[in-house]
């Protein structure tokens, strides 16, 4: 897939993930070598989440993140708006409220959450700043963020090694066990990513403080914590 922006975008993004909701999870681990669950529950300890907390699961796909949190005690929303990744978190049985929706026009009031996660879906954005203005509105003051997402390496040696099993080996064995295109779309979908500094830049004006970035295996992810000030 070549790389859609604007409302081609929006559209190519959600028919893919409906596209590769049924293997989704199980593709899931494969590529993360079993590692995404433990980044998972990382980011829900660096923001903190505990008993009674409000958690909006943005983009909460087939539910992972939700359910980490609700067995956490937190009072959960997963919002997405890929309609088969929904089915795949209800199916799941859990605790949690389900809102089929657009991460730029969330249906949540003002100042109501304790903290936003975002497991793996800031690339797919459209506009990341219209979203993270958006998940500033939602939180309550001094709300935290958890967002996860892939990254590059900085170290050269690193980044052949994360190149070669990223960008040919993942598309392989998607296109094995799932949809070709949806995982050549993957690693391509990387360049959406702004520089680390941009990514910052752009959490800072949407009212975020003590914006954080901590890597993950050599920096083949990141999850980037804050608050709301
Ligand atoms: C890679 S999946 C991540 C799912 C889940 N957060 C996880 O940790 O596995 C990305 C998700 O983002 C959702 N998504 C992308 N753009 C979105 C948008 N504008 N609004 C709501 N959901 C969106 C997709 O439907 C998909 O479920």
Same mark, same amino acid.
């Given at each position: 897939?070549?790389?859609?922006?604007?409302?081609?975008?929006?559209?190519?993004?959600? +028919?893919?993930?409906?596209?590769?909701?049924?293997?989704? *999870?199980?593709?899931?681990?494969?590529?993360?070598?079993?590692? +995404?669950?433990?980044?998972?529950?990382?980011?829900?300890?660096?923001?903190?989440?505990?008993?009674?907390?409000?958690?909006?699961?943005?983009?909460?796909?087939?539910?992972?993140?939700?359910?980490?949190?609700?067995?956490?005690?937190? $009072?959960?929303?997963?919002?997405?708006?890929?309609?088969?990744?929904? @089915?795949?978190?209800?199916?799941?049985? $859990?605790?949690?409220?389900?809102?089929?929706? +657009?991460?730029?026009?969330?249906?949540?009031? *003002?100042?109501? $959450? *304790?903290?936003?996660?975002?497991?793996?879906?800031?690339?797919?954005?459209?506009?990341?700043?219209?979203?993270?203005?958006?998940?500033?509105?939602?939180? /309550?003051?001094?709300? @935290?963020?958890?967002?996860?997402?892939?990254?590059?390496?900085?170290?050269?040696?690193?980044?052949?090694?994360?190149?070669?099993?990223?960008?040919?080996?993942?598309?392989?064995?998607?296109?094995?066990?799932? +949809?070709?295109?949806?995982?050549?779309?993957?690693?391509?979908?990387?360049?959406?990513?702004?520089?680390?500094?941009?990514?910052?830049?752009?959490?800072? /004006?949407?009212?975020?403080?003590?914006?954080? /970035?901590?890597?993950?295996?050599?920096?083949?992810?990141? $999850?980037?914590?804050?608050?709301?000030?």
């Amino acid at each position: 897939m070549s790389l859609p922006t604007g409302h081609e975008k929006h559209v190519a993004v959600r +028919d893919m993930f409906d596209r590769i909701a049924p293997r989704y *999870d199980l593709l899931n681990r494969m590529v993360s070598l079993g590692l +995404d669950q433990s980044w998972r529950r990382l980011a829900l300890d660096l923001a903190a989440v505990g008993e009674g907390d409000r958690v909006l699961d943005l983009a909460c796909g087939t539910g992972d993140l939700s359910e980490q949190a609700a067995d956490r005690g937190a $009072i959960v929303l997963g919002v997405d708006f890929a309609r088969e990744m929904l @089915r795949g978190a209800s199916a799941r049985g $859990i605790a949690v409220d389900l809102a089929n929706g +657009d991460a730029a026009k969330l249906p949540v009031a *003002d100042n109501s $959450i *304790d903290v936003v996660t975002c497991g793996f879906a800031l690339r797919n954005f459209v506009s990341l700043e219209v979203v993270f203005v958006e998940m500033h509105r939602v939180l /309550k003051p001094g709300g @935290r963020i958890a967002l996860i997402d892939v990254d590059r390496p900085e170290s050269a040696i690193v980044r052949t090694g994360h190149s070669l099993y990223f960008d040919r080996f993942v598309p392989f064995l998607g296109g094995l066990l799932s +949809d070709r295109d949806a995982y050549r779309y993957l690693p391509e979908s990387t360049a959406y990513l702004p520089p680390p500094e941009e990514l910052r830049a752009m959490l800072d /004006k949407a009212g975020f403080e003590g914006v954080t /970035k901590r890597r993950l295996l050599l920096g083949a992810a990141q $999850i980037l914590t804050g608050a709301k000030a």
